[in-house]
């Protein structure tokens, strides 16, 4: 029941639906961005096995967890615990997800509205050969009113989604952009592959060479798989929320987890053998990876200027399309909290907690190269967009995730669990393997990541 209306809540068109709006919410910077980026710097190909690893073992089986307990509750992060555990202290993993996605938003819509200022540059022919990227990436993350700008538009573009309810915004826009980022991607793997020097690129990142693996390369892998699977602060518990008991969870879960690793998997495919092919480095990551790196690579596609333009801009608009309906998950979840446990209508709602990630969002887009105390913050050595995104972007999503599987798993119970997915056809398929995976396997791959974290700070 949607408190603000007093009408039966809100749920998918289909299950079609619902599972592209689930893989948009999952497919966003964290694939197309991150992946290759931390791939790079891990190793490549063997990197990837570890990774489809974790995603299987781990990250599959917390995103049906997710599911189930937002099907199960038709609830927000916060709602859904009250109701499974009430009057316990379960409800701070909720409130820590709800907190935790305000803040990811504040910062991924910094960077989304460098995409979006990109796809403009790309299309009006910047990037043609000799040009500096590197400059023009700093002049635009330097810069504070352009940074604060785009900032600005892409939060509203979100606003604008997310007013729209599930069945009007989120439901009819992830419908259209999902095959077409799909399609965009494709295209520009084809193109990638077939670049001179595409064959070391491709070797790099498909044959392991397992005298690279460390145990800092397999947590690494998990910490991505999170982030980029959208577990760990209740985004799944939400868009479970609006699923219908009609609908199977299990094929639910292994589609979204299955369309976010392809996507990651083509986005390797369309970034290494294009590093290759210019002869860079596959380990220099960090966020000049797409805008600086890439954009150096346009003016060399052919036949120039046309190929860099075509190539970029469809570049750019599948990194904006893809943050879109990730940042809209996150909206989305922060909205839901406030009209099912505040009584706020979902306009007031979706409008004043944009507005206040926007705010938050400011230092963060004053952190690359406007503001020199938040470009590298004293005592902390690196930026404030860096530092919110390893407190939010991975501890705070790690820890979710870790107490999410312990609730499911120990506490609310995998046999309420199993009940709830068999709501539908009475089928749970793979149940007693989930059961074991989420009690054994993830808490205490979990765990050995957190220790490491900890390690690694002192
Ligand atoms: N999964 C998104 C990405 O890969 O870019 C980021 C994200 C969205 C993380 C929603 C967490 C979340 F709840």
């Not at 063997?46 to 690893?53: D, E, G, Q, T």
């Amino acid at each position: 029941m949607d408190l603000s209306t007093g009408r039966p809540r809100d749920t998918w068109g289909s299950k079609a639906a619902f599972v592209l709006a689930a893989a948009g919410s999952a497919v966003g910077l964290g694939n197309i961005w991150g992946f290759p980026t931390v791939a790079g710097q891990n190793g490549g190909a063997a990197f990837l096995l570890i990774y489809l690893a974790a995603v299987a073992l781990i990250g599959a089986p917390v995103m049906l967890a997710e599911l189930i307990v937002g099907r199960r509750t038709q609830r927000n992060p916060v709602g859904a615990f009250k109701d499974l555990a009430p009057g316990s202290v379960w409800v701070v993993v909720g409130g820590l997800g709800v907190f935790t996605g305000i803040i990811i938003l504040s910062f991924y819509s910094v960077i989304a509205g460098w995409t979006l200022s990109y796809i403009f540059k790309t299309i009006t022919g910047t990037f043609v050969a000799g040009v500096d990227t590197e400059a023009i990436y700093n002049e635009l993350a330097g810069s504070a009113v352009p940074a604060i700008s785009w900032h600005l538009l892409f939060i509203m573009i979100t606003i604008y989604v997310v007013l729209g309810g599930v069945r009007d915004g989120i439901e009819r826009w992830t419908k259209v952009l999902m095959p077409v980022l799909f399609a965009l991607l494709v295209l520009l793997a084809i193109r990638a592959v077939t670049l001179s020097g595409a064959e070391a690129g491709l070797a790099f990142y498909l044959k392991p060479d397992f005298s690279k693996v460390t145990g800092a390369v397999i947590l690494s892998a998990i910490g991505q798989a999170f982030f980029s699977l959208s577990l760990g602060m209740g985004a799944m518990i939400t868009y479970g929320s609006y699923v219908s008991k009609r609908d199977d969870l299990v094929s639910s879960a292994a589609w979204v987890t299955f369309a976010d690793t392809t996507i990651a998997i083509l986005a390797g495919l369309i970034i290494f053998p294009t590093l290759f092919h210019a002869g860079l480095e596959p380990g220099a990551g960090g966020p000049g990876m797409v805008f600086v790196v890439l954009t150096s690579l346009l003016s060399s596609i052919p036949p120039a200027p046309y190929g860099g333009v075509i190539f970029g801009t469809g570049f750019f608009m599948l990194l904006g399309i893809a943050a879109l309906t990730s940042s809209v998950s996150l909206l989305e979840v922060v909205t839901s909290w406030a009209v099912d446990e505040r009584g706020m209508s979902r306009r007031k709602a979706a409008i004043s907690l944009g507005a206040v990630a926007f705010l938050i969002g400011v230092p963060s887009a004053l952190a690359n190269g406007a503001v020199s105390w938040l470009t590298n913050l004293p005592g902390i050595g690196m930026d404030f967009l860096s530092f919110l995104f390893m407190l939010f972007g991975q501890y705070s999503l790690v820890i979710g995730a870790l107490l999410i599987s312990l609730f499911v798993g120990w506490v609310w119970g995998v046999k309420a669990a199993g009940e709830e997915v068999r709501e539908n056809d009475g089928e749970f398929p793979l149940g007693r393997t989930w059961g074991f995976l989420i009690r054994f396997v993830a808490p205490s791959a979990i765990v050995a990541i957190l220790v490491k974290m900890v390690v690694d700070l002192v």
